[in-house]
């Protein structure tokens, strides 16, 4: 291997490891919003590890709650990590029932998002 190609995949390999680097809980908090068919979502992710999630329907009618999240790393190469709400309400659930929330970790385009259902948009960072 010649000098110059030994050099690019020393130089090269860092990167591609951050790339597989899990997530950590300060890179994630801040507050992430999705607009869906049902509304639109808010979650703010705290460092204390408490949320505020906040769901408006079709118009101004809000409702909001708290509880406690986590971030659960990935068990495998292949997977990506997840942020587990506990008791969360149920995205385009009617009865807005309290089910634990498994989002996926993701990056698009470079920039972080996390992901109820591979079908519907996002929930992208607000701030």
């Given at each position: 291997?010649?000098?110059k190609?030994?050099?690019?995949?020393?130089?090269?390999?860092?990167?591609?490891?951050?790339?597989?680097a899990?997530?950590?809980?300060?890179?994630?908090?801040?507050?992430?919003?999705?607009?869906?068919?049902?509304?639109?979502?808010?979650?703010?992710?705290?460092?204390?590890?408490?949320?505020?999630?906040?769901?408006?329907?079709?118009?101004?009618?809000?409702?909001?709650?708290?509880?406690?999240?986590?971030?659960?790393?990935?068990?495998?190469?292949?997977?990506?990590?997840?942020?587990?709400?506990?008791?969360?309400w149920?995205?385009?659930?009617?009865?807005?029932?309290?089910?634990?929330?498994?989002?996926?970790?993701?990056?698009?385009?470079?920039?972080t998002?996390?992901?109820?259902d591979?079908?519907?948009?996002?929930?992208?960072?607000?701030?």
């Amino acid at each position: 291997m010649r000098f110059k190609e030994l050099l690019g995949v020393i130089l090269a390999t860092p990167l591609v490891l951050a790339a597989c680097a899990p997530e950590h809980t300060s890179k994630l908090v801040g507050k992430w919003r999705v607009r869906t068919d049902c509304g639109i979502e808010e979650i703010e992710l705290r460092a204390d590890s408490t949320f505020g999630q906040g769901h408006s329907k079709r118009g101004d009618y809000f409702e909001s709650k708290e509880g406690l999240w986590s971030l659960e790393p990935a068990s495998s190469q292949r997977e990506t990590d997840h942020v587990i709400l506990a008791n969360a309400w149920n995205l385009c659930d009617e009865s807005l029932r309290s089910t634990p929330l498994r989002l996926e970790v993701n990056r698009e385009w470079g920039q972080t998002v996390l992901v109820f259902d591979p079908d519907q948009p996002r929930f992208t960072r607000v701030r």
